[in-house]
């Protein structure tokens, strides 16, 4: 339901309810830019990994490494405790892109990669 009103079309809005829905807007502006951040994060990170995907596959080295992986989520559940976050959930949002990425190694390495992506 859009914001015009919180009790329906024909309702005026209080200056209460204006209130509410000029904050709501204004941290919606600052999680739209976090939002925007991230993906541009994560774009840098995939290209860093397809890198690393090339490498290992000229190298003959396995996709994943299990020992990398056990230092990186230690580190993260670590960085995540100090900033008041759910380890839990670090360590789950930090095995979703490695598995992602381990997919992309694979299919760098029987050639199977779309050319020129980081893409899914
Ligand atoms: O560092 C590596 O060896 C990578 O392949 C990168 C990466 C990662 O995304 O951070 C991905 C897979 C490995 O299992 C470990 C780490």
């Not at 976090?34 to 396995?62: C, N, W, Y």
């Not at 994943?64 to 670590?78: A, G, M, T, Y």
Request: glycine share 6%.
């Amino acid at each position: 339901m859009a914001l015009d009103s919180p009790l329906g079309a024909d309702s005026p809005l209080s200056s209460t309810d204006r209130d509410a829905i000029d904050e709501l807007t204004g941290i919606r502006q600052s999680i739209d830019n976090i939002d925007a951040a991230l993906v541009h994060l994560l774009a840098e990170r995939f290209k860093f990994t397809q890198s690393v995907g090339h490498l290992k596959a000229a190298a003959g080295m396995p996709a994943s490494d299990p020992e990398r992986e056990r230092v990186q989520i230690q580190r993260l559940r670590q960085l995540a405790e100090e900033s008041r976050l759910d380890p839990a959930f670090a360590e789950k949002f930090l095995n979703f892109i490695v598995g992602e990425v381990i997919h992309h190694h694979e299919r760098i390495a029987n050639g199977t990669e779309p050319s020129g992506s980081g893409r899914a």
